[in-house]
């Protein structure tokens, strides 16, 4: 079992910066894919960014891209996610999860935190 806790999210204004933070505990390993999903109302969930290979690989959703920097420290078992030049529609519950390399989905998932960008 793996458990997931997010932390880091608040109010900030638009065009503004936040870190979020994933601690992972259980049974973790360096292997594992992490990423970072966010579900705003109204709307289903949606996939922001991972990263896995330890580190070595990353990738983004479109609307992120260029704004957005997922990292580990694999030390600390911690994902982070760096977010710049932040926009009202980045506003959204976010969601840490987690996945061994064979599996295709993700299967651990943390409780959120709440992120919420003003105009």
């Known amino acids: 079992q793996v458990q997931l806790v997010e932390s880091g999210g608040g109010l900030v204004q638009a065009g503004g910066s936040l870190r979020l933070s994933c601690a992972a505990s259980?049974?973790?390993?360096?292997?594992?894919?992490m990423a970072w999903f966010r579900q705003a109302p109204g709307k289903e969930r949606e996939f922001v960014a991972t990263?896995?290979?330890?580190?070595?690989?990353?990738n983004y959703a479109d609307p992120v891209k260029g704004r957005f920097t997922i990292s580990r420290d694999n030390a600390k078992n911690t994902v982070y996610l760096q977010m710049n030049s932040l926009k009202p529609e980045d506003t959204a519950v976010y969601y840490c999860?987690?996945?061994?390399?064979?599996?295709?989905?993700?299967?651990?998932w943390g409780q959120g935190t709440q992120v919420t960008v003003s105009s």
């Open positions: 259980g049974q973790t390993y360096i292997s594992d894919a």
């Open positions: 990263i896995w290979g330890g580190g070595a690989h990353t």
């Open positions: 999860a987690a996945r061994r390399p064979i599996a295709t989905t993700y299967t651990y």
